[in-house]
């Protein structure tokens, strides 16, 4: 079973591109999987993992460059298909004896392309096709061995391939939105080209994890934090169904949960599911230690400090524990690893995969390792997980707390989870709800004067934020309509009190942040 879901790989090498997600979604939705690996590795690690094509990157770096990521030249006389992205068509060029030059005005945007050769890369396509423009060099001479296949008014060279090889180059990028028939292209690679067979499914994914699960916890214990959040709640269900009542659950109250979220999270994962559910009322512990704290930063190390003492302390009372489970996903690894010297950024420090001591008494088990959010949805759903766990949007570790800007008190607390309650059930109603990555409620330290009835009043001010996203690395505020917009702003001033002005925040990721703090 192992061998079998992994048999159809793809392996895309890593040069630094901000697209590299996007492009192992687009093969991930195809039922194909793939991984995102350094651009350096080496030959016979990538000869080990078998893959049926390789993907070279887009990259910020220029091949012309003297320190420009390369990978191993051997790569070129394994007969494994290879497709390059952007920069990674450049590479093609570069390896072999085709010329790439620098072009005075860097082309960004959508452009026309024609294709010159229908072939197999644009097999069952129409010619002009729009694509997605991102370079500031481009290939001016190609390869002996290659043929153009495709050109824009710009770019002469804007795909091109070498059949024999199988080796194919396109200078846009298809994994991105903004060119329509992208994965279409990505397909005819998969399919036409690797000749990959689509047996990446969830429910493949499940009998391959509960028996890798099964091997590696033995007969040991699992202990595993819940938060009632999606991922460890898939986590936590997923290794249950592996070894049954040797995995036991923490559930901390840091009290800085929504509404009615504490009792919802033990109702669902002890009536329904019968797991092994110890709860932690840790409210007094949290909002004591958070006392007169309002910077960002300490607020979440403290958070997330108490949180590692407090599971220590339960974890201690079960017993002899051998693994620790944690809902890790693959966004989280690229992110917080980033591939040798570069060239791909460190984004953040996820809360999955830092902060644990170095001296932890058990071993890691981390089953969602490989899957994106939206597999991890999927998979919930074979699990039988309901859609008010699945569906959930992303909620941070440290909670309320990175939603009160200021200091967190009870009061505080209490007026923003009456305000989110609102926001919940309104944003419920709008017809495109499931498209909205995230939406909720923003608490300011600022007072403003209002008038209600005939007093004056001087309260707190709420902020809606709305966004919608693909992953959570880049965001667009959401044009929620004006009725929607006023029934939530009226409903919070009337009915929370110490509230009297509610604004919308209509600012995107990046500059800002999804949330506050």
């Known amino acids: 079973m192992s061998q079998e879901l992994h048999k159809e790989m793809i392996a895309i090498l890593d040069f630094g591109a901000q697209y590299n997600q996007l492009i192992a979604r687009r093969v991930r939705e195809s039922k194909v999987y793939c991984k995102i690996l350094p651009f350096d590795i080496s030959l016979?690690?990538?000869?080990?993992?078998?893959?049926?094509?390789?993907?070279?990157?887009?990259?910020p770096a220029s091949v012309t460059q003297k320190e420009a990521p390369f990978p191993h030249p051997e790569i070129l006389n394994l007969g494994i298909p290879i497709l390059g992205i952007c920069y990674g068509m450049q590479v093609l060029a570069q390896l072999l004896d085709g010329e790439v030059t620098s072009i005075s005005k860097r082309e960004y945007g959508k452009a026309d392309l024609i294709i010159d050769n229908d072939g197999e890369l644009f097999y069952g396509m129409k010619s002009p096709l729009i694509v997605w423009m991102s370079h500031e060099d481009q290939i001016s001479k190609p390869p002996t061995s290659f043929e153009i296949i495709a050109h824009t008014k710009n770019c002469p060279v804007a795909a091109m391939k070498d059949r024999k090889h199988r080796f194919y180059g396109v200078q846009f990028h298809p994994e991105v939105v903004h060119t329509p028939q992208g994965k279409k292209i990505i397909q005819n690679f998969l399919f036409r080209i690797c000749k990959c067979i689509p047996n990446w499914t969830m429910s493949s994914f499940i009998d391959y994890s509960v028996e890798r699960i099964r091997e590696k916890v033995g007969n040991g214990k699992v202990v595993c934090a819940l938060s009632g959040g999606v991922d460890s709640s898939v986590t936590a269900v997923l290794v249950n169904k592996a070894i049954g009542d040797r995995l036991e659950c923490v559930f901390v109250n840091n009290g800085l949960l929504r509404k009615d979220e504490i009792e919802e999270v033990i109702v669902t994962f002890t009536c329904h599911f019968h797991l092994n559910l110890h709860y932690v009322d840790a409210e007094n512990r949290f909002l004591n230690k958070l006392v007169g704290i309002t910077d960002p930063e300490r607020k979440r190390k403290i958070i997330g400090g108490e949180f590692i003492r407090i599971f220590w302390e339960e974890a201690r009372k079960i017993g002899k524990i051998d693994f620790l489970a944690q809902g890790t996903l693959y966004p989280d690894v690229i992110e917080s690893h980033s591939t040798k010297g570069g060239p791909s950024a460190?984004?953040?420090?996820h809360h999955n995969v830092g902060g644990l001591p170095s001296n932890m008494p058990f071993k890691l088990l981390e089953p969602l390792k490989d899957l994106?959010?939206?597999?991890?949805?999927?998979?919930?759903?074979k699990l039988g997980l309901p859609n008010t766990v699945v569906d959930r949007?992303?909620?941070?570790?440290p909670g309320l707390a990175v939603r009160i800007i200021g200091e967190i008190t009870k009061e505080r607390l209490r007026i923003l989870r009456d305000a989110d309650v609102i926001v919940a059930q309104e944003m419920q109603k709008y017809e495109k709800f499931s498209e909205i990555w995230q939406s909720f409620a923003v608490l300011l330290p600022i007072r403003s004067v209002g008038v209600m009835g005939d007093e004056r009043t001087y309260e707190y001010t709420i902020v809606l934020r709305a966004v919608s996203s693909l992953d959570g690395m880049t965001a667009n505020w959401v044009r929620i309509p004006y009725d929607i917009l006023d029934k939530i702003s009226r409903r919070i001033i009337n009915e929370v009190r110490g509230v009297n002005r509610v604004v919308y925040d209509i600012s995107s990721k990046p500059p800002s942040t999804i949330e506050w703090e």
């Open 44 to 59: 016979s690690k990538l000869i080990s993992l078998n893959p049926k094509g390789i993907i070279l990157s887009g990259s």
């Open 346 to 349: 460190t984004i953040k420090s």
């Open 372 to 381: 994106f959010k939206d597999e991890v949805r999927i998979l919930g759903k």
């Open 393 to 397: 949007q992303p909620f941070p570790g």
